[in-house]
Every structure is written in C-alpha cells, then in structure tokens.
C-alpha cells in the first residue's frame, strides 16, 4: 500500500494538497513553510497532487530545502487513486492567494481531513479559523508553517475535524440549490 510505499508510521502526519502547480496555488510558500514545520515536526510528509507549469521548479526548491524525504509529487491523480491518498492524509492543505468556493475543502472533511486553508476566498467563508479549520495568510509564511505545526498534533485534528463535520450538511449540493432557487425567485419578482 501507499504507508508502505512512502514510508509512513502511525506517528506521521500525511498532509496533502491537489491543485494545478501554477505561481496562483501559492506552493512555493508553502514548501518554505514546510521546511521550516519539518524543523520542528520531522513527522511531517506532504504530498502535491499537482502538475503544471512551476513542477519542475518545485521540485528543484524540494531539493534545495533537503526535504526529499518529506516531500512527494504525486502528478494529477483521479478516481480510486486519488480516494487512496484522500483516505491517508490527515491534513488538507491549500495555501492559495485566492480560491472560490473550494468544494474541494468540503470533500476533505467529507474524507476526515482537517483543513489547512487560505484566508483569502472560499476558506474564509466556510470555516472559523481555529474552530473549523486552520487558516494561514499564503504570503506569510510564519503563518503557513504554524499552520502545520499546530495540525502536527492529534488532538487539534480531532476538534477543528469534529467542529467542521457540520459544515457538510450546511453546504450540502440540495442546500445551496435551494438558496440560489430562492435567491432567483426574489430576482424575477
């Protein structure tokens, strides 16, 4: 399987984050901020489900940061693959500069991820920041990396996952139909 693959123990923390590798996704930061959470948490991996233009720089700053060992490109991933590695990551991560909604965030709770989001765009409009998620500035890179050490451990997992668990039926597909209904509705009147 996948832990046996990558090496990974019961006592790491799997983080992941699928996005195109464009300067937008804000991935250079979050490596930096990586290597400097992996300082004090060297249980820490992270997977990039991401393949784009910046890749191959990426991986050079993977490299240059030492964190080989740390550090996984994954390529675009769909279907059974990518509810493999949904199903071993404990942390969902996106350090965009902006983001719209992000069904994505829903589909990382939905899979027992907590999230490690952006406060610009979506993130902000769903989650409460050290309630529901965790959420970092992407052009601060202290924030990113506080971020990761703060979900490096369990029992903060377990509350900001246990108090975002909600939010699934709050943005169910039938419940935002309905508001955009109602909301047309008003519209035509």
């Known amino acids: ?19 195109g590798a464009r300067k937008v996704k804000g991935h250079w930061n979050m490596l930096i901020a990586f290597a400097n959470a992996v300082k004090d948490c060297p249980n820490l991996k992270l997977f990039i489900a991401a393949h784009g233009q910046e890749t191959e720089k990426l991986k050079s700053k ?21 509810q493999s590695f949904f199903k071993l990551a404990d942390v969902y991560i996106n350090t965009a500069f902006f983001e719209p909604f992000g069904l994505v965030y829903l589909e ?43 979900l490096s451990k369990k029992e903060h997992r377990v509350k900001l996952l246990k108090n975002a668990h909600p939010l699934l039926e709050k943005y169910s597909v ?3 139909l309905t508001k955009y209904f109602k909301l047309y509705q008003e519209v035509l009147k």
């Open 1 to 19: 399987g996948l832990k046996e693959k990558y090496s990974i123990g019961n006592k790491d923390t799997v983080c992941l984050t699928l996005s």
């Open 62 to 82: 993977v490299c240059e940061l030492g964190l080989e060992h740390n550090v996984f490109f994954i390529g675009f991933i769909t279907g059974v693959q990518k």
């Open 108 to 150: 990382a709770i939905q899979n027992d991820m907590v999230v490690l989001g952006s406060v610009y765009g979506g993130g902000k409009d769903i989650f409460k920041h050290l309630y529901s998620a965790y959420l970092s500035d992407p052009y601060q890179v202290s924030t990113i990396k506080e971020g990761l050490v703060y």
């Open 174 to 176: 039938d419940k935002i």
